[in-house]
Structures are given as structure tokens and as C-alpha cells.
């Protein structure tokens, strides 16, 4: 068939509006809200901070690397996650494993960390290939817990409930740097490239396949994907870079224990950090961990002492208003809030 | 030269046969209604066909080769296309988006794959809605883009189902003829329509799919002195006072 393109076809403007300044400069593709937290997050890699914002700050962009790894499984492929600790917890632990019995640098292991996690994601995408909703996202939640349960008692490897330390040896090579400078600056790069792999997904033939598996797997296989093959590959490059976080999350904490680091409860986080930002967007889990990382560690050391429980409270306070007050997360709102409305991809 | 071949197709749901050893063959270039009551299993016979579920037993050959049981995808990549009665957009994309995903099928780049969705959005009257998102669209709009997408994967066969349902009068006459002009560029139709005066000005060859079984397959003409087809669509005895 042959279908000459017309001249005259009308079509409305694209997406990019005057109400909308914000989100494109020019014919750019970077906005300049991407651009601003670009330069504030440079700025407090670069400002001399305090010891205990520079933890802040770390764990911040550290979580919000994972949130946008968590991101492209979750909110491009459909795929939501409870299980994402896992990953986290294999490419922690891979790394720390390879260093301290075996000294090889991090640097190399964190690549296996997360070829690991990468086998161990589609591997999970297989498995639950018939499951959908509720009952992959428990099949996920399991499956983290069989890896939690595992590194508790498989105690020669990982050294179970007492956890592993990387003993300071400060060099380049073994990751361990005597400024925590260069480790926001580390984990600020990881944040930036995930960042940039999200982006490139948004923009690729293979983000258009993902999100119409996502959005209805029936149309997308009757249009020649095969919706099997586009989960297995979100799944493995979101657990992959997952897996590199957690390497990160290693070197800088150096202490890692089964209980906190393939916890629910950090599965939970990821996910929630990219829903409350805005699910399938790059920009929604940097804003969500933006926004929540700081004010829970805030919260947490000011209030956490005195009144027990209360940042908790407080916390979970201001979850409830995101989620009541801002459907769609937090990136949908401030675009809303220049007064249109419209769909995100 | 024959295009697709059924051969004593069965298709059991429990104790319920859906379709019940149907045979026909449809020629290249063909245009071919497929009607029959609702429940006559129209849409499982497409199913099969577009491999959404393989056969209880029975021969499918498109283009001279079995393909029983083959999966979605394969058709798809295999030239046939299909439509879904209940519309099943992509939620999230634009309008543009949903017909260029099905047009990554023959176009490597994006933008090759957009520019040939928004002349197809063109053929079908959604060229003025292209950068909206689906979610907009009425039930006669999610029509059309079913069909855009359909043909956005550069078919050999393609099935319709019921696209005409919601389309005002003068929107079945367009789109009508955009139908009876696809056999001119080599893709073959087959058409399940309850737009009787739809397909049967367009439709050459009818088919008619009763409780799983074909019971009839003739020209538009014959149809309507079939008493078997008048019994199944009436019921028997029928006066009209």
C-alpha cells in the first residue's frame, strides 16, 4: 500500500505551548527545569556543606538514581516492582563480596553487581511473564524476600545478620575516597546518566514499544511486539542499573546487612519515590526524590530524637497530600499549574 | 491466487463450540463481509485467525503456510492486521503515537514512522487530532484509529471488527469507501460489520458465521432471499402484520 503523505494535513502544535516555558528551551530537549536541578545539584556537590547535608545530599540523588531505574521497569514497561531491594542488594553485595574476600576494585564490580541483577530481573520477568497487577507486583515482593532470607543465612558468603564491612583502605581503586565530595560527585554522576538513559528510552522506538506494552499489552502484540521480549529487557536494565546504586550505596555506607538492604521496606521507597514524583517520565522520580529525600532525613534528625515517632508521622502526613491533592505525582502538578492539562507519556 | 485457507476450523470454550468447523478461502485482493448474530463467533474466528488463540483443531493457511496457534506478533509481522471491536488504544500516547508504534513495523526511525501515522491519520479524518491524547477521542474517533492503526502495519490481510459502530451516517460513507479502496492497493479484507447497509453495498462476498457454523457465503443479492440467513437474523415464522 502506498499512502503519499498530503501537504495539507493539519495537525495541532505538539506538546510544546507558551504555558509551558519551562519545559522547552528552544528545539532543545532538555528543559529548563532539567537544566536548573542540573545546576543546583552541581552547586552542592561543589559548595562546602556541612558533613551531615553532604549524607543529605548523597543519599538524595542516590535514591533518586534508583527511582529512575525503578522507573523503567515501573512506570515505562508497567512492570511496578516491590522487589526492586533486591537488585539493590545483589549489586551491593556483589561488589562488597568481590572487594573484601577477593580484592578486586569496585569498579569492575560493579558491573558484574549488575549483570547479576540483570540475570536475576528477567529471569523474575520470565517467572511472572502470566502475571499481571496485583499479582506480579507480589511476585516481586516474594522474590526479594527469597533473596532477603537467602543472604541471612548463607552466612560464609555474606556474613548474614552481622553484615559485611569494607574496611577504609582509601584509594581511587578501591572506590573509598577520603573527601565525601567526590562520593556525592560519584553518585551524582550515576543520578545524571540514568537520568540520560531515561531520557533516551523516552525518546527511542523502544520507549514508544514500551509504553504501548504498558498500556495495553493486546494492541501492542497485535501490532508485531512481542510484549514478552520488551518486559524481560525493562526488567533486566532497570534491576542492571538498580544494581549499580547499590554498589554505590555500599562504598560510600561501607556496612551492608540483609535486613536493611534488601529490606520491603527500601523496595517500597524506590517505588514510592518514582510514583509520588510521577510514574513514566524521567523527570517524576528526580523531582520525588528531590522533594521526599530531604525533608524525610530532615525530618528524621531533628525530630527524630525528640519526639519519637513523630517525623514518621509528619512524613506519611505529607504522602497522604501528594497522593490525595497531586494525582499524578508531583511533575504532573507543576505542569498543570502553568494551566493546561494534558497527558504524559 | 488464495490468500488464506480455513479448513474445518473448531474452537471450544468448555462445553460452548465458539467455531464449529468452518471452512472458506478468501482470494488475493478479495473484499469479504463476515456477518452473523451476536454470540455467532465472528470475533473468535478472528482470534484464531490473528493468533490471539490457537485452535481446538481444524487447518489455517495464510499464504500457503499452516500458521494455527501462531502468535499475535507473528501475524502481525506476517502482513495480517487486525482490528479489535472493543477499541483498545494506548492510553497514555497521543494519537500520532498510537498509529507510529504500529508503523515502527516497516519504518527503522521515529520520525519516518510519525510522518507515515500522520498520513494515515489523514486517510481515516484524524489527521486534526493527531497530537492530542487518545483519551479524548469519542467512540466513532477510537473507531478510526483502530483502522489507522491496522493499516499503519502495511498489511496483507486485514481484519475488520465492526467499524463502524458509533460512526455517524456521513462518516460511514467515507469510511466505506476508504474500505472498498484497499483491494485496488493489494490488501485483502475481511469485514464483520453489523452496518448491514455498509457491507452490503461494499462487500462483493458475504459470509454468514451462525452458532459457529458458516451457513451461508454468496453475493449480497442472494442474501437477502436465503431463508437459512433470514431465519437465523428473524428467527422462524416471522409475520409482519
Known amino acids: ?345 | 491466487m488464495t490468500i488464506l485457507e480455513v479448513d474445518r476450523l473448531m474452537r471450544s470454550f468448555g462445553t460452548l463450540m465458539a467455531v464449529a468447523g468452518v471452512s472458506f478461502s478468501i482470494r488475493e485482493g478479495e473484499l469479504v463481509g463476515l456477518i452473523g448474530p451476536n454470540g455467532a463467533g465472528k470475533s473468535t474466528l478472528y482470534n484464531l485467525i490473528a493468533g490471539a488463540i490457537a485452535p481446538t483443531s481444524g487447518k489455517i493457511m495464510f499464504q500457503n503456510r499452516s500458521v494455527a496457534g501462531w502468535k499475535p506478533y507473528h501475524a502481525a509481522r506476517s502482513g495480517v492486521a487486525r482490528t479489535f471491536q472493543i477499541p483498545k488504544p494506548y492510553r497514555k500516547l497521543s494519537v500520532v503515537d498510537n498509529v507510529a508504534l504500529n508503523a515502527l513495523l516497516h519504518n527503522k526511525s521515529m520520525a519516518a514512522a510519525r510522518r507515515r501515522a500522520e498520513a494515515i491519520l489523514a486517510d481515516v479524518g484524524l489527521a486534526d487530532q493527531a497530537g492530542n491524547p487518545s483519551t479524548i477521542l469519542t467512540v466513532g474517533e477510537l473507531k478510526r484509529l483502530e483502522v489507522a492503526r491496522a493499516l499503519a502495519l502495511h498489511p496483507t490481510l486485514v481484519l475488520f471488527d465492526e467499524i463502524m459502530a458509533g460512526l455517524t451516517r456521513n462518516e460511514v460513507v467515507t469510511m466505506t469507501a476508504l474500505v472498498a479502496s484497499l483491494p485496488a492497493r493489494g490488501i485483502t479484507v475481511i469485514w464483520v460489520e453489523h452496518v448491514l447497509y455498509a457491507i452490503m453495498n461494499a462487500a462483493p462476498r458475504i459470509m454468514v458465521l451462525h452458532r459457529g457454523e458458516l451457513i451461508a457465503d454468496d453475493s449480497p443479492e442472494n442474501l437477502v432471499k436465503n431463508s437459512t440467513v433470514i431465519q437465523a437474523y428473524f428467527g422462524e415464522e416471522t409475520t409482519f402484520a
Open chain 1, 1 to 345: 500500500m502506498s499512502v503519499t503523505s498530503k501537504s495539507t494535513i493539519e495537525t495541532k502544535p505538539r506538546r510544546a505551548s507558551p504555558g509551558r516555558w519551562w519545559m522547552k528551551p528552544g528545539h532543545g530537549s532538555v528543559s529548563w527545569l532539567e537544566l536548573a536541578l542540573l545546576v543546583a545539584c552541581i552547586a552542592l556537590v561543589v559548595a562546602p556543606v556541612p558533613h551531615s547535608y553532604q549524607d543529605v545530599i548523597n543519599i538524595t540523588l542516590l535514591w533518586g538514581g534508583v527511582a529512575l531505574s525503578w522507573n523503567i521497569a515501573g512506570g515505562y514497561a508497567g512492570l511496578i516492582s516491590f522487589g526492586h531491594a533486591a537488585f539493590f542488594g545483589i549489586g551491593a553485595y556483589t561488589s562488597t563480596i568481590l572487594l573484601v574476600n577477593y580484592g578486586v576494585s569496585p569498579w569492575l564490580g560493579l558491573w558484574l553487581g549488575g549483570i547479576f541483577a540483570a540475570a536475576f530481573g528477567i529471569t523474575l520477568a520470565l517467572i511472572g511473564a502470566r502475571l499481571r497487577g496485583p499479582f506480579f507486583i507480589l511476585s516481586t515482593l516474594a522474590a526479594a524476600e527469597v533473596v532477603r532470607i537467602g543472604a541471612l543465612n548463607w552466612t560464609s558468603l555474606t556474613g548474614g545478620a552481622e553484615g559485611l564491612w569494607i574496611t577504609p583502605t582509601k584509594s581511587i581503586a578501591n572506590m573509598v575516597f577520603a573527601s565525601r565530595s567526590a562520593y556525592v560527585a560519584l553518585v551524582l554522576g550515576y543520578a545524571i546518566i540514568v537520568y540520560l538513559v531515561s531520557k533516551a528510552i523516552e525518546r527511542s522506538r523502544y520507549g514508544l514499544v514500551l509504553f504501548a506494552v504498558r498500556d495495553d499489552e493486546d494492541a501492542a502484540s497485535a501490532a508485531g511486539v512481542n510484549p514478552l521480549t520488551a518486559r524481560t529487557g525493562a526488567m533486566g536494565l532497570s534491576a542492571f542499573l538498580t544494581a549499580i546504586g547499590g554498589s554505590l550505596f555500599a562504598q560510600y555506607f561501607q556496612f551492608l546487612d540483609p535486613t536493611y538492604v534488601i529490606s520491603p521496606e527500601l523496595s517500597f521507597q524506590f517505588a514510592l519515590l518514582a510514583a509520588l514524583g510521577g510514574l513514566g517520565t524521567a523527570i517524576g522520580p528526580a523531582l520525588g526524590a528531590i522533594v521526599i529525600m530531604p525533608l524525610s532525613e530532615l525530618l528524621r534528625s531533628y525530630l527524630g530524637a525528640a519526639f519519637q515517632g513523630l517525623h514518621l508521622a509528619i512524613y506519611g502526613g505529607f504522602l497522604v497530600f501528594v497522593m490525595l491533592y497531586l494525582p499524578g505525582g508531583i511533575a504532573s502538578a507543576l505542569e498543570r499549574s502553568t494551566g493546561r492539562s494534558k497527558e504524559t507519556p
